[in-house]
Nanobody
Framework: QVQVVESGGGLVQTGGSLRLSCAAS????????MGWYRQAPGNQRELVAT???????DYADSVKGRFTISGGSAKNTVYLQMNSLEPEDTSVYLC?????????WGQGTQVTVSS
């Protein structure tokens, strides 16, 4: 069974930075794509950034130029470097990993940006 685990969330001041990590385990396959989403209370889940197996990335307009998604050296690991954080970035950040037709989600990590 594939497990997806996020880490790296926390409390940071406006303008600060955080680096989130996501690791998918329990499979011998390489992911087709992995991505970061976020969901604040009362809001729909929204895409933040995704990366494919060959390194093609995509970003929400709201984070372009501030966030960077990258693959790690370990298999099925990705990172999200978040710079110039704003209070509007406060949310639970969730990672997903796609292997073939299946998508697996982590439990999420809280990011709070204080003004």
């Amino acid at each position: 069974q594939v497990q997806v685990v996020e880490s790296g969330g926390g409390l940071v001041q406006t303008g600060g930075s955080l680096r989130l990590s996501c690791a998918a385990s329990g499979t011998d396959y390489h992911f087709n794509s992995m991505g970061w989403y976020r969901q604040a209370p009362g809001n729909q889940r929204e895409l933040v950034a995704t990366i494919t197996q060959i390194g093609i990335t995509d970003y929400a307009d709201s984070v372009k130029g501030r966030f960077t998604i990258s693959g790690g050296s370990a298999k099925n690991t990705v990172y999200l470097q978040m710079n110039s954080l704003e209070p509007e970035d406060t949310s639970v950040y969730l990672c997903n990993a796609k292997f073939g037709q299946r998508t697996y989600w982590g439990q999420g990590t809280q990011v709070t940006v204080s003004s």
